[in-house]
């Protein structure tokens, strides 16, 4: 621990990002190593702690945009043939781009209609069930592929890889907002949600470890939430009349 400084702390952090960390995360296993140091500090076995003088990562602040039915409409309108079945599949399971991409036949069951997540963030498998719109859109892929993966290269025959390139050109073309791929999921919630389907349900769709994030994900939608406050037009006053002419009655 002592031959550990302020600039190899660094570099770790900058590595945990090129493989794909996101910044928040490497920022609390900093902070994990900096409560070591000061433990360790406290016990006399090393003189100071090097990580106090890191500096956290700055953290993307960008809160999930809700896409309407319309807005998903007019992106699988404006996809690719090849890129449509990846943003149908996106809005209808609400599985993250990486599980999307890495999802194999072997844990598609379409005589069950039911998808098996194993590439999950949270290391645990969880099931989709798969309805009658995306199921037509896989059966229509199972029947022309050669390939172990749902979503595979043409080319090669291996998996997709990125999908940067496609979704940028899909934006462009529908016109709408610009918003981010992992937004799909975040609509996917979100019109669960404000279906009435209950925030228990989504969070297991979803594979949240904990309620409070799937509240995140499943918020109102404006147009919805200016819709549950027309309801109470005239609802009081209604009542109070009522508790008028009853009393006037009597």
């Keep these: 621990m002592g031959k550990i400084n302020r600039f190899l702390v660094e570099q770790y952090q900058s590595k945990r990002v090129e493989v794909g960390r996101k910044p928040g995360t490497v920022n609390r ?3 994990l190593l900096s409560h070591i140091f000061t433990r360790v500090v406290e016990e006399g076995i090393v003189q100071n702690n090097p990580v106090r003088l890191v500096k956290p990562l700055k953290v993307n602040t960008v809160m999930n945009r809700f896409l309407s039915s319309e807005e998903i409409a007019q992106l699988l309108d404006a996809s690719s043939e090849a890129f ?3 943003v149908l599949t996106a809005v209808h399971t609400g599985m993250r781009v990486g599980e999307i991409l890495g999802l194999k036949w072997a844990n ?3 005589a069950k209609g039911v998808i098996r997540v194993t590439e999950t963030k949270s290391g645990k498998d969880r099931w989709i069930p798969i309805n009658d719109r995306l199921k037509e859109v896989l059966v229509r892929l199972k029947d022309a592929s050669s390939s172990e993966f749902v979503f595979a ?5 291996t998996r997709v890889k990125k999908i940067g390139s496609p979704w940028k050109r899909a934006l462009r073309k529908s016109g709408i907002t610009p918003c981010r791929f ?5 609509a996917f919630a979100s019109h669960l949600a404000t279906s ?3 925030l228990v349900t989504v969070k297991e769709l979803l594979g949240h470890q904990d309620i409070r994030m799937t509240l995140i994900y499943a918020h109102s939608a404006p147009q919805y939430k200016r819709e549950a406050v027309v309801r109470l037009n005239g609802l009081f006053e209604e009542k109070s009349r009522q ?8």
């Design 84 to 86: 449509r079945p990846i």
């Design 29 to 31: 296993e900093t902070a």
């Design 243 to 250: 508790n008028i002419d009853t009393q006037s009655a009597a």
């Design 108 to 110: 598609v069951d379409l």
């Design 196 to 198: 009435g389907v209950d």
């Design 182 to 186: 992992h937004d799909l999921r975040h």
């Design 153 to 157: 290269s043409k080319r090669t025959g």
